[in-house]
Structures are given as C-alpha cells and as structure tokens.
C-alpha cells in the first residue's frame, strides 16, 4: 500500500480522541482516494475507547502514532514530524473526503509551484441533515488575512500544504487547547496566499457532543492568539491595526460576557486589553 512507499507525494495525518464511533470513515475514505501515491498516519492521542481495536484492524494500510493525551496540536504536530511527504494534508477523525481530494489538490500545486497552501470547498452535515453556510462562512481565496480575522474560514480538513510552510511559520501551538487552527491560518495568511480549489471535496460533519467547537468560551483563545500576533511585530501596520480592531472587539464582548456572569476579574482583564493597544497611521 501507499504508506510502504519511501518517497510518497503526500502525506496525510489524521488525529484522533476516542472517536471510534466514526473514525473509520475518515480513514476508509483516504484509502479510497484516486490518488494513491500517499502515506496515511494516524496520531491516536490516547483514547480510551475501541480506537485502538479499529486503528489494528488496517493492519499495514495505515501507519499508527500512538501517545499520551496531549490535546489535537500536539497530535497533528506529531504526525507533521513523522512525515515523510513535500505535501501535506489533514483530515479531522469526524469528517470525511470524497476520492478526487487529493487528485483535484496534488494537480493545483503542480500548475502552481510557487502557491504554499490550498484548501477546497466543502459540504456542511449536521446531525446526518445537510446545512447551508452562511454568507459569512463564505471561503475566499487568496490574501485572506483580515476577512479571517472575525472567523476561521479555513476548515483543518480541507487543507493541503507545502512542507516548506512549516519552516516559515512553525506548527500549531499546544498551547491552545482550542482554536488553534485559527491561530495556525493566521500565522499563515498574514504572509501568503490561501488558494480555493471551488469543489465540494470534503464532507465537514458537525452536531456531535465532543465537537471542540461547540466549547463555551472560544473567543478568550482566538484573543490570545490575536495579542500573539500583535505582539510578534511581524504584521504590517494595515494588518497589525485590522487585528487590534478584531482584538478589540472580540475583548469588549467576552468582557460583557465575563461580567453577565459574575466573573469581575476576568471582565476587567479583557477590558484592560482592548484599550492597551493603538491603532498606528500608514507610512
């Protein structure tokens, strides 16, 4: 099989956490990708259901990274280091890719040697029904820094990126336990190019309890990694000013948030933070 192969072309890497009710079909439609010429490595971030059972049953199909609890960028960042692939790809354990994904991306890069990363359309199914996005979920493509700002509008899933990316930015940060693919786009689009292959060519599941996005809370970790940002002094002043305007806004909510709940502490923190940094002139 393709995870036999030295020199595979792509690699992929799906992280997993006790989802073995599902899992199977994440990996079933990897193994039946048109394009073949792939390793699969799954990071199984110590579950402690059958995943274990499921993962042995593919025998040499697959190649299996098994370690501690550490949270989801701890897994895909293991898979990231144990790959072997100039491509990479990642699949989540609940959603699923139609056969042409990898055919349809491999060829993008291919016509474009200078683009870095590339995602593709999607379709939306929660609890089994399929939904619309709204407008505001819209992907777009190319310079896509500040529309995503307000929203990820890059899906983990849909993802495939040059290798070389990684040097340039880094991997996830484990110190996220959520939100971090947020963190991780952002990092990227600042500086390049996100491209939009316009098929359909993942099916994005959602609806489930142990969804991380359906977690209370969220916007603290999309704050966090937003100061992050301001703070690296990377960003040009069009930039860094739209991500105090976003840090702001996203601050004054939470705090309203913090507050409805009796949390005074942490309100006054994110107030303070949204008044702690200045928008600066374009020179």
Same mark, same amino acid.
């Given at each position: ?8 072309t ?7 956490y ?11 439609s990897?193994?039946?990708q048109?394009?073949?010429d ?7 971030d110590?579950?402690t259901?059958?995943?274990?059972e499921i ?6 199909d697959?190649?299996?990274?098994r370690q ?9 960042? &293991? ?5 072997r ?7 989540d354990?609940?959603?699923?890719w139609?056969?042409q994904?990898?055919?349809?991306q ?16 999607e ?6 029904? &399929?939904?619309?996005?709204?407008k505001?979920?819209?992907?777009l493509?190319?310079?896509i820094?500040?529309p995503?700002?307000?929203l990820?509008?890059?899906s ?7 290798r070389?990316?990684?040097d ?8 996220l336990?959520?939100?971090?693919d947020?963190?991780?786009w952002?990092?990227?689009s ?5 491209f ?23 916007d603290k970790y *999309? ?9 690296s ?7 860094r ?10 601050c004054?909510?939470?705090?309203t ?14 107030e303070?933070?949204?008044? *702690?940094?200045?928008?600066?002139e374009?020179?």
């Amino acid at each position: 099989m393709s995870n036999l192969s030295s020199n595979p072309t792509v690699s992929v890497i799906i992280p997993t956490y006790n989802r073995g009710w599902i899992l199977g079909d994440a990996i079933d439609s990897v193994l039946a990708q048109d394009f073949t010429d792939f390793e699969l490595i799954v990071v199984d971030d110590g579950s402690t259901d059958n995943t274990g059972e499921i993962l042995d049953s593919y025998g040499r199909d697959i190649i299996v990274l098994r370690q501690d609890n550490q949270g989801v960028s701890a897994a895909r960042n &293991r898979g990231i280091a144990e790959s072997r692939a100039p491509l990479v790809a990642f699949l989540d354990s609940d959603d699923r890719w139609l056969p042409q994904k990898l055919t349809r991306q491999v060829a993008f890069f291919q016509s474009i040697p200078t683009a870095q990363i590339c995602q593709t359309e999607e379709t939306w199914v929660r609890n089994g029904v &399929r939904v619309n996005p709204k407008k505001r979920h819209q992907k777009l493509s190319g310079m896509i820094f500040e529309p995503s700002l307000a929203l990820c509008l890059v899906s983990p899933s849909a993802v495939m990126i040059r290798r070389s990316l990684f040097d340039a930015v880094g991997v996830f940060d484990e110190d996220l336990p959520a939100c971090e693919d947020y963190d991780f786009w952002l990092r990227i689009s600042c500086q390049y190019p996100v491209f939009l292959i316009d098929e359909p060519l993942i099916i994005k599941r959602g609806g489930h309890a142990d969804q991380l996005s359906k977690a209370a809370g969220l916007d603290k970790y *999309r704050i966090r990694s937003l100061k992050k940002l301001i703070d690296s002094g990377h960003l040009p002043t069009f930039q860094r000013n739209a991500a105090i305007d976003t840090l702001r806004k996203k601050c004054k909510i939470f705090a309203t948030g913090c507050r409805k709940r009796e949390r005074a502490d942490e309100a006054k923190y994110y107030e303070e933070l949204a008044g *702690r940094f200045q928008v600066t002139e374009d020179r």
